[in-house]
């Protein structure tokens, strides 16, 4: 059930909404928009009758909503959701460029990189300092150390930070220095995770799972957001198929039906579906064609030297020109890249 | 083993080599380019020594080739294969649009959407005769009937034709009446159609199978370039995954990545990949803006009604925006796309 | 619509109802049951009514028939069907094993290895004279001389011949020489073949496509079954997913849902599904114990020279065990196995 | 490298290996045999020479490792892993089952279950207080409460506990009161739990991930087991594919494959593997017949009223009939399933 409140409607009438759901030992959501806020009903299992609500001030209208994900979902909010970072809006007319390293290696790697990045006009900096490794025995990332030299990255250049979280502890860390929590793919079940970024007040980065379904994938969205955190960013990386040339098998199709369904941004990752820098650039340009928000890619000055995912780094020359071809597709689309060139 | 010719050798030089790889019991394959000519050796199942033909006059070099895929590798040819149909090039500067209905359903049906398409600038119609069903108690396509009105088509509207094959007996047909002969993805493992398509002089369009790999797609062009026909058009249209929310999930990486590999064009279907008009306008984006040569696109004057395939097929309105979008994903591209605004 | 006879209707009077069936332009098919017969209709696009038939002569019941598979559904018959070739019978009690190597490579190889299943009690022999192979220069089988030999072994033994058709061509020869043909993977959704040994007299082992679903697979039966050849042995075989540990990934499941849907035997491959003769074994015991009606299993006598499939071949030895196994196996499943021990 | 201890090694000496590992700054873990003592290292990126190692008293050989997976390897320890919870030992000659409820939902059904369980001979039970669930909305289990009816139900029947942990807070919360501590499907990337639990002087019930690869599914017992808790418990419960009919396609052949490779008990769990109790019967056969040291089975008495997956969970009758069935199979395989009958 999604409740509409009147262009006009007070902070009282709304106030009064949410003490009636809550008296209905329901949970209401209150879904600021541009024009109107609309407030939403969760924890119902089956349908909740309007006569609650309908005859109370500034109510316009009770929709049912019909789909396994409620607050996410377009019919609960038409608007694109847009998140603003100060120097960078995302899901808005700009398209949205995150470059960096797979992981933080060491102070010399991470500012070169960013430095050179940074100059490109680069406004989002990806670096990993907790890395989720399917061995025991390789390298972890350098933990808060990794999130120090970010934050340093940060002061020295203006780069905002996105960088991953993989349990609780890490959150509370990687939360206090980046300006983006990642999610990674790995950890897209992990719904005690989910819930906890849910509670923070930052953006989020969710990758979709191996084997996410659709429906799984903006379901675990709606475990943030349903914790009070509209700032969820979606995603798409590449899923397992029987396909082995690449890495992964990159869905483009997910991103015009997640933009049909849902008011979230949506952004793709070419370096990890691709597995390979070779196809990298085509993927992005290709990303940003089918109607993305952005792109996260990996560069690394020294790619044969990394510790982690060498082989899909672009050399710093290689992004240039996905830079340069990323703004001609956005021009056609109708959208921004506000890049050096 | 790949026998590269002087830029100057004559056929007699040419002939020369043939009949020694012929003597040692082997299958030349003359393969010409822009400015000289390879003649490609299979049969053999180890490695040949280049000791047999260096010191034949006009050779200038013996390499070996390392991959499974032979003729259709870029190991064996460099320049990219161009199928010339008179009004239309297919793998060159073009960007090549094929759009029509799934099936050929009546006289009027076909007419009506092939007048819309040529008045477009549409230039080759696809439209099937024999169609390939899940079920033996499905409509299996109007067979000669339907070749014979697409035969009518192109001598009212000068648009070429674009019909599938899908055994022995409907091929002759087909090529009787057709200027490309499409196989399907249900027949891309039919080894021994791929060998008899592989005699005709005609251009064929191999689409991908279901469950194919990279490997297996490009062995079963193989199999029609070893048989002396070159003019092979591949098509990407989306395989089988766990993920179910579309149709197919359409492989995007395979087209710069078989672009890498061989000389062949490819195209892409997102008709079929996607199975819901809804997102085929953003693959078909996406298609150009990875690098595809074109695209091959389900359009219907009344989907509503199609005997197959209705949802994905687009309303000639929806076919025109795609038209004026992939021109200007094809300019950025450094590519063209001569069609009617 | 499913028509169900009285126990002691007349052939004239299921003549009468196939007339009142082809005077609606639909298609009869005769189903013999034990005691008594049905005749199934096809070729209806929406529901039939009773009211044509259910006052006919003999005719006791008029059945909807609900499924997309009508013919090889359990609705329509639901005893199961046994595939009676003499000296075994496939789908009864009896366990069938058939057994050999993945190719005829000559008359020793083939001679060796027959008489060694033959002392063992084997009683259907597979080899395959025309292989569909992934590369065109791989080996593609002996062709007719193939199944000479195969034939040749069964005058001298006794046992009878499974071997693989690919096409029309090789169809009739195929047909002409074995006991059972065998449809392969790659061609289950080769529906012109499918209809052509629909009209053959004799029985037909089909197997499974590598990505088809359960409902295709069926559906496949089904194109067989309704031009006349109810004698269809179901073989699974693996499917393709991201599972790379095998060559293909065997679904079990598939086995007592199947029995569930159909009323025609099924039977795995467990070679082709492993890859490794190291788990064939065991899968094979998983096979009986989930209610297969038997297993498909490739023995060579020198695996190492095999020309194919060498790595998933059993050792004679290996079978031996193989055999005393299924044995105790087939004994709980309340079934039997009559194998030399 | 893996260090290979005299039979009659002293703990001075082995104390002394570790030391010279420690000093090389790499991990030693100490794998006790039955014979003998091994000890592996990891840690180091390279190869190690065994000159540090060779002239060590009490030293027999140095071995080095040379797969991915180290300490769950047979390369490392030859004798298969038992468990022994008093009562059952699991990896030993005995069949386990384990059987119950998908979740606890309340006093009356837990103890129902259990009471009827414990009456067949059951000697563990399942039933998960913390439910991964893909909808933030959906039941999430009973929590502390669900765990505190498990330790009542225990302390009355005699019967251990398995149980779900889902996070670090849950794990503290379900190692205090269960038996064997289960990781579930969705978290089997999660390498922070799984580290937590590898810290647990408790058995561990590891779930392969839904697209987990077998190398991926061994190194997440790695994570396990490098911690130094060997008491795993690997467990298949079907991988997603395009195979829609089932919940999941059960991936038999991971079974000997593992058993081959590690020397960790396996164990099926053919309801979620299925998703429809029609297959949970044959599916458990299967599963005993390709070689797992047991099953876990989801059972209720009223499945028609479960908060979760009622449609996989067995009636009491039918799983009395399981039991006698793998009863038989186990006999089979030479090994003992000492449940009443």
């Not at 541009?34 to 316009?60: E, Y």
């Not at 608007?79 to 470059?99: F, H, N, Q, W």
Request: aromatic residues 4%.
């Amino acid at each position: 059930m999604l409740i509409i409140m009147h262009v006009n409607s007070t902070e009282e009438q709304i106030e009064r909404v949410k003490q009636k759901i809550q008296k209905l030992t329901l949970t209401p959501h209150v879904i600021p928009g541009r024009l109107r806020c609309a407030i939403g009903i969760t924890g119902n299992s089956g349908p909740i009758s309007p006569d609650h609500f309908k005859n109370l001030p500034g109510v316009v209208q009770c929709l049912p909503v019909t789909k396994p994900y409620k607050l996410i979902s377009r019919e609960v909010r038409q608007e694109d959701t847009v998140i603003d970072l100060d120097s960078v809006r995302i899901g808005g007319k700009e398209i949205v460029i995150i470059a960096g390293p797979c992981s933080v290696e060491n102070e010399i790697q991470i500012f070169t990189i960013a430095e050179k990045l940074a100059k490109m006009g680069v406004k989002l900096l990806r670096g990993g300092a907790y890395k989720p490794r399917t061995s025991p025995y390789s390298f972890q990332g350098l933990g808060e150390k990794g999130l120090k030299l970010l934050a340093s990255v940060r002061d020295k250049t203006g780069i905002k930070i996105v960088s991953e979280a993989i349990d609780s502890e890490s959150l509370d860390m990687v939360a206090e220095y980046v300006d983006i929590v990642q999610i990674g793919a790995r950890n897209m079940y992990n719904y005690s995770l989910l819930k906890k970024v849910g509670q923070l007040n930052k953006p989020v980065l969710l990758k979709r799972g191996l084997s996410a379904t659709l429906e799984e994938f903006l379901m675990a969205a709606e475990y943030i957001v349903c914790q009070g955190n509209f700032q969820v960013i979606l995603c798409e990386r590449g899923i397992r198929t029987f396909s082995d040339y690449s890495r992964n098998t990159l869905d483009m199709n997910v991103v015009p039906t997640i933009k049909q369904i849902s008011h979230l941004p949506i952004i793709v990752d070419p370096s990890h579906a691709s597995g390979d820098r070779k196809t990298v650039l085509p993927l992005a340009r290709g990303a940003i064609a089918v109607g993305a928000d952005g792109v996260i890619v990996e560069v690394h000055h020294e790619p044969e030297n990394a510790l982690s995912d060498g082989a899909q780094s672009l050399y710093p020359m290689q992004f240039k020109q996905l830079l340069i071809q990323l703004n001609q597709i956005a021009s056609i689309m109708n959208r921004e890249c506000s890049l050096q060139r």
